[in-house]
């Protein structure tokens, strides 16, 4: 048997080619099926978002990186070239990235779990959600950068053409400052908004007249998701230059207003039991605010202002169209003598 094992993996026949790595692959898959097998079982158990996420977001990186890494001592004891080696070990680093990263977006599910984003949701969980998917953004491309990075110091040519870049890089950041402002300007940016927090994720805004809603902040640029479903990509820096309308800064809930003109004639108070029987009927009132005042007048009508309470913008605009709606059919019906009209006088019968 010692001469057989000599003869097969001693002198590096082409037998011993092919069953080591078998075995290799083979056992790095095994452990790999046993790491998930476990886990499964453990999410049987007590299930958990963390175990939900590994289970779905794992399995390829880490069938793909086990067995690499039972491999790699092969490279040495087949003595293969430096190019199968080199291509052998950046495969083995992307690997390992794709694996983080997969790992960061399981961690990002979790904590977006606990701080979900629902109507209801306060203004602090909006603001570490927003903060959040900044910081997933960056560490994506970090890992990506120093995985690249690893490669080619990895690689002599490589590194060699590197020691030279460095020996003018004065004149090279210069350029690369020059031609890159606008990106550096955009990740500055980032940070500031990600941390200072003028939007979060979620919040209502008013951006160039469109109303929308903040659907993601990236390294580079934002989407508002408008009432019609558009979306605005608006780069990061047009925040540092433009002013924009917040309607849920600290909270979402709104007070909004809907104006009527009528006649002096009119019974304000009668339209103000309607509006409120209305309201009380309604369920995207929250039954906070509700009041109707005459808040201007000239000389032809009086001005009446509803003014109501709604958990969030989108309520409050579909609310506003429902009050309008019924309360000039309250006018219609009840009182369509006291409509706004437009009165003249006959000068001829004027001494």
């Given at each position: 048997m010692d001469e057989l094992t000599l003869r097969l993996f001693g002198q590096k026949s082409w037998l011993a080619y092919l069953i080591l790595p078998a075995v290799s692959i083979t056992v790095g898959l095994f452990v790999s099926w046993l790491f998930f097998a476990l886990l499964k079982y453990s999410s049987k158990r007590k299930s958990s978002v963390l175990k939900e996420q590994l289970l779905l977001r794992l399995k390829s990186p880490v069938y793909l990186l086990m067995p690499l890494l039972l491999l790699y001592p092969l490279l040495s004891y087949f003595g293969l070239g430096v190019f199968?080696?080199?291509?052998?070990?950046a495969i083995l680093i992307l690997s390992f990235a794709w694996l983080l990263i997969s790992v960061l977006r399981a961690l990002e599910e979790v904590i977006k779990e606990k701080f979900e984003v629902k109507e209801e949701n306060k203004a602090e969980d909006r603001k570490v959600l927003t903060q959040l998917r900044f910081i997933k953004s960056v560490a994506i491309v970090v890992i990506i950068t120093l995985a690249v990075a690893s490669i080619l110091w990895n690689i002599p040519a490589a590194r060699k053409l590197g020691e030279t870049i460095l020996t003018s890089a004065g004149v090279l950041g210069i350029i690369v400052g020059v031609a890159a402002q606008k990106s550096i300007a955009n990740l500055v940016m980032g940070f500031q908004l990600a941390f200072t927090q003028p939007f979060k994720i979620d919040d209502a805004v008013v951006i160039e007249d469109e109303f929308g809603i903040i659907e993601d902040v990236t390294l580079t640029y934002?989407?508002?998701?408008?009432?019609?479903?558009?979306?605005?990509?608006?780069?990061?820096?047009?925040f540092n230059d433009k002013p924009f309308t917040n309607w849920s800064f600290n909270s979402k809930d709104i007070i909004n207003t809907v104006f009527f003109y009528v006649d002096y004639s009119f019974p304000v108070a009668e339209l103000r039991n309607r509006f409120k029987e209305v309201l009380t009927a309604h369920q995207l009132w929250d039954k906070r605010v509700a009041d109707l005042l005459v808040t201007d007048?000239?000389?032809?009508?009086?001005?009446?202002?509803?003014?109501?309470?709604?958990?969030n913008a989108t309520a409050g605009w579909n609310?506003?169209?429902?009050?309008?709606?019924?309360?000039?059919?309250?006018?219609?019906?009840?009182?369509?003598?006291?409509?706004?009209?437009?009165r003249t006088v006959d000068n001829r019968n004027m001494v």
């Open positions: 199968f080696q080199k291509t052998f070990e934002v989407v508002v998701k408008t009432w019609d479903w558009r979306r605005l990509v608006l780069p990061l820096t047009y007048v000239d000389n032809r009508t009086m001005q009446l202002r509803a003014t109501f309470s709604t958990k609310l506003r169209c429902a009050i309008r709606e019924e309360l000039i059919y309250f006018i219609q019906e009840n009182y369509p003598h006291t409509l706004p009209k437009l």
